[in-house]
């Protein structure tokens, strides 16, 4: 006699569970356990013992006759005489369809698995097409400015052979010879604990109960192809890193006259040479030889455009911030620009010729400071 199993324990459950709590733990253990829903070969073929287990488990606690059996004498509650015609061990165990229970697999886990479960269609009704998510990539002045630009998008198309109908033309619409119309099947699955049926959506037809008679040949009978197209987009003036626009029904073809998908085109904008962006601001460092700084006077700074000159005041400090209004990037979808805002770093001479040297030197004097001339670098920190 084969060991008795603890039903209760394989479901988790306390001996006075109730129907409910017993189909909350076998839901549970069934989502977590079922072959569909494992990741690679060995896990599904643990999965698969223990899925077994727990449906020999079930089928036997939510069965208010055979849990009164098993209570009494175990899991081999069969051969202790239970007369119910579940046959023997040996082969022949068989709870046919559940031992008549109303165990509707799909119903229990076609929620739990979002109807994926059964791999059975949903429906053949029109669907929407796919979203598409493309990258393109940009200038930092493309991103200001704003650009034209043609991006290569595959994506699928209703054929035109069958004008989306999957069907051959001419050809005609005809009932399901597999589910017969009624875009059901049963279906019984045979495992060591017996056979069960279940009941799947017919996946030849997805449920409708109709299909194609002769299938479009240059589609198979899906009704769309894929295609790479070019796509002229419009990228607006100020756009920035990471946003994206869109282009309603440019994206994946609906399917039996649903809409199209959308295509959504996301921006990557290359970084500037000299420029940091800051919303519509930019900002950069500039360097200004020390002499300039100490007298002020017109320097040049870099620009979007170009470059322009800028007066500094006399007497100007490493580390000083200045902002030119207007000249940062344009706003995106308004009006005016962001500022420009530069830092000026002081540009001290690496090298000096014998003269710099010796007017540096007589400059310094005057300041009462005493200076070695052979030293780099006077005007470290
Ligand atoms: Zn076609
Ligand atoms: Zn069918």
Not at 70 to 99: I, K, L, P, V
Not at 105 to 131: N, Y
């Amino acid at each position: 006699m084969a060991e008795s199993k603890d039903y209760y324990s394989i479901l988790g459950v306390s001996k006075d569970a109730t129907a409910d709590d017993l189909k909350k733990a076998y839901r549970k253990l069934a989502k977590q356990y079922h072959p569909d829903a494992q990741h690679t070969e060995e896990d599904k073929k643990n999965a698969e013992a223990k899925f077994k287990e727990i449906n020999e488990a079930y089928s036997v606690l939510s069965d208010e006759n055979k849990r009164a059996q098993y209570d009494r004498f175990g899991s081999n509650f069969e051969q202790a005489g239970f007369g119910g015609g579940y046959g023997s061990y040996g082969g022949a165990y068989d709870f046919s369809g559940f031992g008549g229970m109303d165990i509707d697999l799909e119903d229990i886990l076609g929620s739990v698995f979002g109807g994926g479960f059964s791999s059975s269609k949903k429906t053949q009704g029109p669907t929407r097409g796919a979203d598409i998510r493309t990258n393109v990539s940009l200038k930092f002045e493309e991103a200001a400015f704003g650009i034209k630009k043609e991006i290569n998008v595959t994506r699928n198309e209703k054929c035109d052979v069958c004008n989306g109908s999957g069907a051959k033309p001419g050809s005609k619409i005809i009932t399901c010879d597999k589910c017969g119309g009624r875009g059901k099947i049963q279906m019984t699955q045979n495992t060591i604990m017996g056979s069960f049926s279940t009941v799947k959506t017919c996946d030849k037809c997805g449920g409708s109960g109709k299909v194609i008679e002769i299938p479009c040949e240059r589609c198979s009978g899906k009704g769309i192809v894929r295609k790479s197209r070019k796509i002229e987009i419009n990228v607006p003036a100020g756009i920035d890193d990471g946003q994206a626009i869109s282009l309603r029904g440019e994206g994946d073809a609906g399917l039996k006259g649903g809409p199209n998908g959308d295509l959504y085109i996301i921006m990557k904008v290359l970084p500037h040479k000299y420029f940091k962006r800051n919303g519509f601001d930019i900002s950069a460092n500039v360097r200004v030889p020390f002499a300039k700084m100490a007298l002020g006077g017109d320097i040049k700074i870099p620009t979007l455009e170009g470059e322009m000159e800028f007066n500094i005041p006399e007497g100007t400090t490493t580390g000083t911030k200045f902002r030119v209004k207007e000249q940062g990037i344009p706003i995106l979808n308004g009006k005016g620009r962001g500022n420009l805002e530069f830092v000026v770093d002081v540009d001290v001479p690496k090298k000096l010729t014998d003269r710099q040297r010796e007017l540096l030197t007589e400059f310094a004097k005057t300041f009462g400071e005493e200076v070695n001339s052979k030293k780099k670098n006077i005007f470290g920190r």
